[in-house]
Every structure is written in structure tokens, then in C-alpha cells.
């Protein structure tokens, strides 16, 4: 029966065969895509599994390991730095290493490699005393951009370091990431407004047109054909597509796969062997989907009752009734109270949110057909002439069939008001100004007060002898201008406001011969041989603010005697440059004063500190932008295909129509309007929801700013251009409807 | 010996009583037209004889046995081995060709394809169809999907063929050459035939005639021939 089955699907003409190839194509697109997310997933796993040996933080005072972390920059990127002694053998490895470097040998990242050969020794290579032993295997990275290097060194030289612990156990726990939840939060967003409508999508392809294959099931139990043969029949015909589909898919992705790599889904790169939806996931899905798709199609059957004279209606639906709302508002309500009531409260809410959503997009799904009824009875109210009649009867009399076509765009339109929504939400609040007076000042800072920064040690600033050198040594390069400022010998000395940006004790000391070659900070009072000034804004990373604090130095600085000549440690630097090479040179030597200077407080300039920012939000403003394009690819093929089945599953009744004398426009339009109507009640519904879902959310990203989310233009641009693409898709089907009712080809006998 | 013999049926669609105690009986090889005007109950008695339908009440006996205590498996069993069908119109699946729609039944039952097809041509010549097996049946004139549809009914041997309206779509000299054709092939098959029609002159190529009014045989009718 099988055979026959396939034997009917294959031979049933032309049209048939357009269907088979339409299921197929469009039954790839979406098990393509699946398969992309899969394999993005597991990459997303496999990565945030690695063991972060760079956090290991547990000391030893008998341990086998010298180990001294720190952070580094280059061009806007970080390098990180292990600097490690071995006191005795068989100690622990860092991962992706065959040993640990012994004294004047480092490892090098492959990026990190290739970055040495190709940039002077003073602007990089200096930084790393030794010379490379080999590089870091995949193992102890996350990314193949990393800038990751292990030097290694003599106990005595660490031995001193304040930074340097003594350790036997390399982490080997995953790094917590202080973002994964809201990346985790972002995955499973996209992942789920992927998948919807990509199953959305499928599964209206597998049932493309069964209307029309209905007709050939009661002819087959007219002369004899059993339930049980009809079953095997129309599974045949559903699993063909659906597992040619499949293959499709799996070359779709195929040729995708080049592009996901080069996807920065947590803001970097992944492994390329990492980025699978692993064997079980090509089988699962070769499997799944034509299973799913045989299984759909087996439910639909039951639900009609195929006699030998024609297919019935097991029951006659009753109209969707007003509860299909109530989940809806359900998960509305699940998704909005908990981040309403705790909105600083991040730690639980992306699991609970992502649970709301599915609730919220399947409450969509549900209150979809209601909807529909009710938007046909203000069209049968308002409007008169055959085709809103005509529309409206369809409506009315299917008003599941009505929505199913539009129901996968209908989510992207959510998806993407969602998103929409949030992201100007977040980067407002994140306020990514990339311009600043100081953007090209590089500062570094010698002080560290434990209160502030618990670590091995309190730095107190660096001593004048130690001062002078680097300020030496900082003054041969051409190009670079340093300021230093000096820690106040005593507070309370020349006293401060005691509110406003000067309040505190972050003040620092600078000769105004100084502070003169950096004219943003502002000009001292006249005849002022140094004035104290305010720093604690200059450890912000947010532009914006920093530029409000400026200049640092007014007319009505105080002024001080303590001019950094009197034994002052040096509490920051501040260097200005004219360029990358310029800075990279700077950072090198002072990556000579790694053990003053804060480990995690890279020397940056404000641009770099501001751009990290900037670049973290606008690739999540990137992928997002791109996850909305392709949610909205899948749902409109859905609608496409959608439509089309509609179209050709009433081919019988529109020829009449023609044939007795309708014209074809009236159909157009009668097809257009039972099209258009749902989508945009729909779309109108799925846009207020995507906002309510999205307000929670962009409160919680920026407490305190409640304003910023409405209104937002993309709103209405995405809504708007969402409607405008379904509606040049509905309208890119209709000529099927002229060629499928072209009188000629009418027969009724 | 009756092979087909219906006693006192009952069917109702709803408030609508379709069938009222009807009874009719059909003999091997007899060809029995049943008319009467529309709405009358001619098609639904037909299917309660085809075991299409179930009848309220009353009884249908096929070969000796109760049709309608049948269960719906044995039923379609006997739709396949045991009757044809050649209704008004729209019995054959358009999609396919001529040739696929004959063979249809006979792989249905499990015969093997090169064999099928083979029995499915061999009925082409016989009903004036050569040259038409590739065409798709929605491609044919509605005289030659009307033949088609005969040698699909007839392709498994049938003891009985049921006919309603079988040339109620067409124009009456086509329907006079189906009719002719059609009688001359079941009479060479020794099938009987149950020929439901409103028109006179088709209801002439019968042995005999009955008339339904009301849900009720009226008139058991007389042998013609
Ligand atoms: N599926 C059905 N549901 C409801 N009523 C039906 C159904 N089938 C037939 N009827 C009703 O039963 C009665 C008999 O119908 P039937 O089709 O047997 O008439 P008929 O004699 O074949 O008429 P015609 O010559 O017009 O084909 C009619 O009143 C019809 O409306
Ligand atoms: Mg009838």
C-alpha cells in the first residue's frame, strides 16, 4: 500500500507535483533554520561549559602554582594574561596547553599569535617577556578570537607581585557569566520566536491543499479502499514532502553553515567544530519531521469522516467562543507581574519569562480564531458588495482555516513589536555615547583602596622614584602627553562641596602645567600653580555621564599647594595619544607596572571604555535585527504557502464562481479581504501584546527611566513594514488564483 | 433467487424521511432501472443497497447474507470485490489519469501493479476508449469520463453495478452511446445493475422498472424484457 501510496503522490499530475515541491521547499526552509538554531545552541553550550581557568581564585599556601591574572588591551580588545610560576612538578595545567610554560616561554592564543606577527614588538610584543612556546589549543578558549597568552616565569619573580596568589587547583567551573543570563534569556526569546512560526510553517505545508486530496479519499472508499489503506495513503503523501523537505533542509543548512560562524551570538565567535546540531540532531529532525508530519496529518483525518460520496465534517465546529482570550491574558499576566514586582531582581526571571512567553504566543495562537470571528462580523457590519460578502461568509465559516494563514506572521509581528521595543529601551538606557572630549585619553590608576576593590592587596599609588621612570619613560614617546595627578597628602586640607560631582574623597591633585596639554579638562584659576580636582567620574563607563562632569577643572577649583613634588604617590594617569600605534606603545609600557596597577582595571582610553559598551549593544542590536528579518522570512513563506493551499483547496468553487459569471477582481479582492482582515486585527493585537510584553522588560533593563519605551518609532515601522511585506505576499499569490479558475480549464460534468 | 433483495427500509436526515418502508429485490443479471421524480428517495435507497449508508430500518440481504449488520470493514470489503459504482459525475479522482483511475480498485485489493495495469487497459478497447489511458480525467469529455467510470466499476468483476444517473450530465445522444455501451458490456459480464434515473428512455435499457415516490416502491414493476 505504501507503494501505492507513493505511486498516487508521484503520478497525480502537474499540480500535485507543484504542491509536493512547494511542501518540500517550503518543509526545508524551516527544518534549515531549525537546524541553524540547533547548531548554534549547542556551540552556545559547548562554549559557556568551558572551564574558566582564568577565574581561578582559590589560594594554596602549599599549591605547586605561582599564578598571576590580569587584563590587557589591544585595539579595542582584550587580551588576557596569565603570568605563572612552577614550584613543583606535575602541577596542575591550564587547559588547551600540553604543559605549563617554563620560565621565558609563553603561550599564545592562535589570534593572539597572528596579532605579534603582524604588529612592531613596541606596541605588543614587548608586553610578553620570553619567547612563544606554541599556542593555546581550543580547549582553554572560548573563541578563536581570543587574545589569550600564559607566560611563564621564575617563582622569584612573581613571588613579589601583589597580584600573585599560590594555588593547586586550576577552576575548573564554568565562567558565571554575569551577562549569560540575559543572553540565555535573548537565546530562548529567539529561539522560541524562530520556531513557532517555523512550525507554524511546516506544518501548513504538510497540509497544503488537503481539501483537495479529501476528493480523492471518498473516490478511493467508493470503490472499496479501507480507513486503514486512506491512512497509509495520506501519510505516504505527507511524509514524502515532508522528508524531501528534510533533506532540503539539511542542504539549506549546509549552506548556511559558513555564515553561522561568523555569528558573534554572545559577542564573539564560535569554534567552527563546535557549531553542530550534532548527529542526533540531523537524525532527530530526518525522523521527527516527516513523523510530525505524518502524525499531523493522520490527527486531521480523524477529524473528518471520508465516505464513499465525499468528506463530511465529523461535527460541524461551533464558533470559537470569547475563553480563547483567557490564556492570552494569562501569560500576559504571568510575563508582566513578576518583573513588575521585582524588576532588580534578574536571577530567576529569564526562565519564568521565557515560560510567559511560550504562554503568551501559544495564548495568540489560541485567541487567534476568535478574533478572526469577530473581525469578520465588523466587516459583514460595515461593508457591502459581493466580494466583503464573499469575504466575510469564509470568515465566518472558517475562521480557524482564516487564521492559520496568518497566525506565523502574526507572531512576528509580536516578535519583532518585542524586540523593537526593547532594544532602544536598552541601549537608551545603556547610553552608548561614543564621543567625547577625552575619547582618545588613555588612564590608568595606581590606587586602589581595599574597601573598594577587595583583592590580594591594597594598592596605594606609585611611589615618585617608580613615578618618574614610567613618566620617563611615557615622555619618549612621540605623540603621547601625559598627566599625572597625585594623591592628596592629607584631606580636608583644601576642602571640597559637599554634594554635586565634587563630592567625596575621589579628589586628586594636578599641576595646572599639566592639566594646560589636556585642554578638556578644563582650565585652572588664575595664577594657580595646582588644583585638586575631582576623579571618581572618570571610572565610569558611560560617556554621557562622564561628559556631564566635564571640564574637571573650573575657575573655582580649589586650589592646592600639594603640586606632587612633595613625596606624593601618583593615583592616576592620564595620557593622551594621537593614535593606535601611539597607544599601543603607551600600553606596553606600562604593561611594565602590571603588579601597580589594578588587575581588572585595564589601561583603556574613554573611547575604548565607551565603544565596548556601544559594540556589546549594537551586535545584540544586530543579531536581533536579524533574527526579526528571518522570523519574518519563515512567517511570510508560511503565509504564502498558506494561501496558496486556501486558494487551490477552493479551486472547484472559484472556477464555478468564474465560470458563472464573477469576475476575476471580485475574487481578488474578496480573497485579499479575508486575508488582510484577520492580519491586521491580528497584527493589531500581536503589536499590543509584543508592547505589553516588552514595557516589563525594558523597565527592568532601565529602572527608573519608565518612559523610554513609548513610544519608540520602530514600532510603528516594524508593524508597519511587517503588514506591507504579508500584504505583497498575499498579493504575489493571487495570480495563482487567475490561472488555477481559468474558465478553459473548467469542467463540472 | 434474488442476488440483492431490500425489505421495508427506513432512512431519515433528520426531520427529512427519505426512505419509508421500502422493499425491492434484484435478480443475477438483471438489469432493474428505479425511477420516479426528484427528492423521491431513489439515490438513498440506492445507497442503502451499496451499503453506502446504513438504513434505520428493515433489511438488506447480498448473497444470502445481512448487508446491514455488516460492519463498515466488511462492507467497504464487499464495495470492493463485490459492486461498481458509476455515478453522475465527479467519482473519478481528477488528478489522475484514465488508466490510474481503472487500476485504482485493483491495487487497492493488493494486485500487483504490471497486472493491474494490464487488466485496467484491456477494458480501454471495450468501451471505446483507446488512445485515452494517459489523459488526465479531468482533461476528458464528460461521455468519456462516463465510460472510464464503467470500466473502473467493472474492472473487478462486480456481481452488482450501481448506477445513479449515470448520463444525468450529459447530452442525450452521448448518453444514449454510454448506455449502449455500458449494457453491452455488463451484459456480456452477466452483471446486474441497479440503473437510478428520472429519464424514460434510459430507464428502457432495463429488464424492468420500478418507481420510487414518497420513500416507497410504488410500483414493484414489470418485467419489460
Ligand atoms: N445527506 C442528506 N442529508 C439530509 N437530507 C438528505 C440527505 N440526502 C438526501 N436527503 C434528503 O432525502 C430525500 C431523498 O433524497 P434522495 O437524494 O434520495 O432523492 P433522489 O430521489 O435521489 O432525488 P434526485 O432525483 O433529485 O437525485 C430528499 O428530501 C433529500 O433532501
Ligand atoms: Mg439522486
Redesign the pocket.
Known amino acids: 500500500m505504501i507503494r501505492v501510496g507513493i505511486h498516487l503522490a508521484l503520478r497525480s499530475g502537474r499540480e500535485a507535483l507543484a504542491r509536493l515541491l512547494v511542501t518540500a521547499l517550503s518543509v526545508a526552509i524551516g527544518v534549515g533554520l531549525l537546524l541553524s538554531v540547533l547548531a548554534m545552541y549547542h556551540a552556545y553550550r559547548d562554549t559557556i561549559a568551558k572551564p574558566c581557568w582564568q577565574c581561578t581564585a582559590t589560594t594554596d599556601a602549599n599549591g605547586p602554582l605561582l599564578w598571576s591574572y590580569s587584563e590587557d588591551e589591544f585595539g579595542g580588545r582584550t587580551i588576557d594574561r596569565l603570568d605563572v610560576a612552577t614550584l613543583k612538578p606535575d602541577g596542575p595545567v591550564v587547559p588547551g596547553l600540553p604543559a605549563m610554560p617554563s620560565a621565558g616561554q609563553y603561550y599564545a592564543s592562535p589570534a593572539l599569535a597572528a596579532l605579534l606577527r603582524a604588529t612592531p614588538a613596541d606596541e605588543l610584543g614587548d608586553r610578553f617577556p620570553g619567547t612563544m612556546a606554541g599556542t593555546i589549543g581550543a580547549a582553554g578558549l572560548q573563541s578563536p578570537d581570543d587574545l589569550v597568552v600564559v607566560i611563564g616565569h621564575r617563582p622569584a619573580e612573581l613571588a613579589a607581585s601583589p597580584h600573585t596568589l599560590r594555588t593547586a587547583a586550576i577552576q575548573t567551573a564554568p565562567r558565571g557569566l554575569s551577562t549569560s543570563a540575559f543572553y540565555q534569556f535573548g537565546f530562548a526569546l529567539g529561539a522560541v520566536a524562530l520556531l513557532v512560526p517555523l512550525l507554524v510553517l511546516i506544518g501548513n505545508a504538510t497540509r497544503m491543499a488537503a481539501a483537495r486530496r479529501e476528493e480523492r479519499y471518498a473516490a478511493i472508499r467508493l470503490v472499496g479502499g479501507e480507513r486503514s489503506q486512506i491512512n497509509v495513503i495520506a501519510s505516504v503523501d505527507a511524509v514524502l514532502g515532508a522528508l524531501l523537505g528534510a533533506l532540503g533542509g539539511i542542504g539549506l543548512y549546509a549552506a548556511l553553515r559558513p555564515l553561522l560562524g561568523h555569528i558573534p551570538l554572545l559577542g564573539f565567535r564560535f569554534f567552527d567544530d563546535t557549531i553542530t546540531p550534532t548527529v542526533w540532531g540531523f537524525v532527530g529532525t530526518v525522523l521527527a519531521v516527516p513523523a510530525a508530519a505524518a502524525v499531523a496529518c493522520l490527527v486531521s483525518l480523524r477529524r473528518v469522516r471520508i465516505s464513499p460520496l465525499g468528506v463530511t465534517r465529523r461535527v460541524t465546529p461551533p464558533p470559537p467562543r470569547f475563553w480563547r482570550v483567557l490564556p492570552l491574558l494569562a501569560g500576559l499576566a504571568l510575563f508582566t507581574i513578576p518583573l513588575v514586582i521585582a524588576p532588580a531582581d534578574g536571577r530567576g526571571t529569564p526562565g519564568f519569562a521565557v515560560l510567559a512567553l511560550v504562554l503568551v504566543m501559544t495564548g495568540l495562537m489560541i485567541a487567534g480564531p476568535w478574533l478572526t470571528m469577530m473581525s469578520a462580523r465588523l466587516l459583514a457590519r460595515w461593508t457591502v458588495g459581493g466580494s466583503s460578502l464573499l469575504a466575510a461568509r469564509r470568515l465566518a465559516d472558517n475562521p480557524r482555516a482564516s487564521f492559520r494563514a496568518v497566525s506565523g506572521l502574526m507572531l512576528a509581528v509580536m516578535v519583532g513589536t518585542t524586540l523593537a521595543a526593547l532594544v532602544p529601551a536598552a541601549l537608551a538606557s545603556q547610553d552608548t555615547t561614543r564621543t567625547s572630549p577625552l575619547r582618545d585619553v588613555l588612564r590608568v590608576g595606581f590606587f586602589v583602596g581595599d574597601q573598594e576593590k577587595p583583592g590580594p592587596g591594597t594598592i596605594p599609588g606609585l611611589p615618585p622614584e617608580k613615578a618618574a621612570t614610567l613618566l620617563a619613560k611615557v615622555a619618549t614617546i612621540p605623540g603621547a602627553v601625559a598627566v599625572p595627578l597625585y594623591r592628596p597628602a592629607r584631606t580636608g586640607q583644601a576642602e571640597l562641596p559637599a554634594d554635586g560631582p565634587l563630592a567625596g574623597d575621589g579628589g586628586v591633585d594636578v599641576r595646572c602645567s599639566d592639566a594646560h596639554r589636556l585642554p578638556a579638562l578644563g582650565a585652572c584659576p588664575a595664577g594657580a600653580g595646582a588644583v585638586r580636582m575631582d576623579a571618581s567620574a572618570m571610572y565610569t563607563d558611560n560617556l554621557r555621564a562622564l561628559n556631564e562632569y566635564l571640564p574637571f577643572i573650573r575657575s573655582d577649583s580649589p586650589v592646592t599647594a600639594e603640586d606632587g613634588s612633595g613625596g606624593q604617590l601618583l593615583s592616576d594617569l592620564l595620557v593622551g595619544v594621537d593614535g593606535p600605534a601611539t597607544l599601543e606603545r603607551v600600553r606596553t609600557v606600562l604593561s611594565g607596572y602590571r603588579d601597580d596597577i589594578d588587575s581588572f582595571e585595564m589601561p583603556m582610553t574613554f573611547g575604548e571604555v565607551g565603544d565596548v559598551r556601544a559594540r556589546l549593544f549594537l551586535e545584540i542590536q544586530r543579531i536581533v535585527t536579524v533574527l526579526a528579518g528571518v522570523t519574518l522570512l519563515v512567517a511570510g513563506c508560511g503565509l504564502a504557502v498558506a494561501i496558496s493551499g486556501s486558494l487551490v483547496e477552493r479551486k472547484r468553487p472559484f472556477t464555478l464562481m468564474r465560470v458563472t459569471g464573477t469576475g476575476v477582481g471580485t475574487l481578488y479582492r474578496a480573497v485579499l479581504l479575508e486575508t488582510v482582515l484577520p492580519l491586521v486585527a491580528a497584527t493589531a493585537v500581536a503589536a499590543g501584546v509584543g508592547v505589553t510584553v516588552a514595557y516589563p522588560i525594558a523597565r527592568a533593563l532601565a529602572p527608573g527611566r519608565h518612559g523610554v519605551v513609548l513610544p519608540h518609532p520602530s514600532y510603528a515601522l516594524t508593524v508597519t513594514g511587517g503588514l506591507l511585506v504579508s500584504v505583497a505576499i498575499i498579493a504575489a499569490c493571487l495570480p495563482v488564483l487567475g490561472r488555477i479558475t481559468a474558465t478553459e480549464k473548467a469542467r463540472f460534468e | 433467487m434474488s442476488i440483492l433483495y431490500a425489505n421495508d427500509l427506513t432512512k431519515s436526515?433528520?426531520a427529512?424521511v427519505?426512505l419509508q418502508g421500502a422493499s425491492l429485490s434484484l435478480e443475477p443479471g438483471e438489469i432493474l432501472a428505479v425511477m420516479?421524480p426528484?427528492?423521491?428517495?431513489?439515490?438513498?435507497l440506492l445507497y442503502c443497497l451499496a451499503g453506502i449508508f446504513t438504513p434505520d430500518d428493515g433489511t438488506v440481504t447480498f448473497g444470502g447474507r445481512r448487508m446491514d449488520s455488516l460492519s463498515d470493514r466488511e462492507r467497504t470489503r464487499l464495495r470492493r470485490t463485490a459492486f461498481g459504482f458509476v455515478f453522475q459525475f465527479g467519482q473519478l479522482v481528477p488528478e489522475l489519469t484514465a488508466v490510474d483511475n481503472v487500476a485504482l480498485p485493483l491495487l487497492l485489493s493488493g494486485k500487483r501493479r504490471t497486472a493491474a495495469y494490464e487488466q485496467a487497459r484491456s477494458w480501454f478497447p471495450r468501451l471505446g476508449l483507446t488512445g485515452l489511458e494517459g489523459r488526465r480525467t479531468g482533461e476528458l469529455s464528460g461521455g468519456q469520463a462516463q465510460r472510464v467510470a464503467v470500466a473502473r466499476a467493472l474492472v473487478t468483476g462486480p456481481e452488482v453495478l450501481f448506477a445513479d444517473e449515470p448520463t444525468g450530465a450529459l447530452d442525450s445522444l452521448t448518453g444514449e452511446m454510454v448506455m449502449d455501451l455500458m449494457v453491452d458490456t455488463v451484459r456480456a459480464e452477466h452483471t446486474s445493475v441497479l440503473l437510478v434515473t428520472?429519464d424514460a428512455r434510459v430507464a428502457a435499457h432495463a429488464d424492468r422498472q420500478i418507481t420510487v415516490r414518497d420513500g416507497q416502491v410504488i410500483d414493484a414493476g414489470a418485467r419489460v424484457r
Not at chain 2, 426528484?38 to 438513498?44: E, Q, R, Y
Open positions: 436526515f433528520g427529512t427519505a420516479g426528484s427528492g423521491s428517495g431513489k439515490s438513498t428520472h
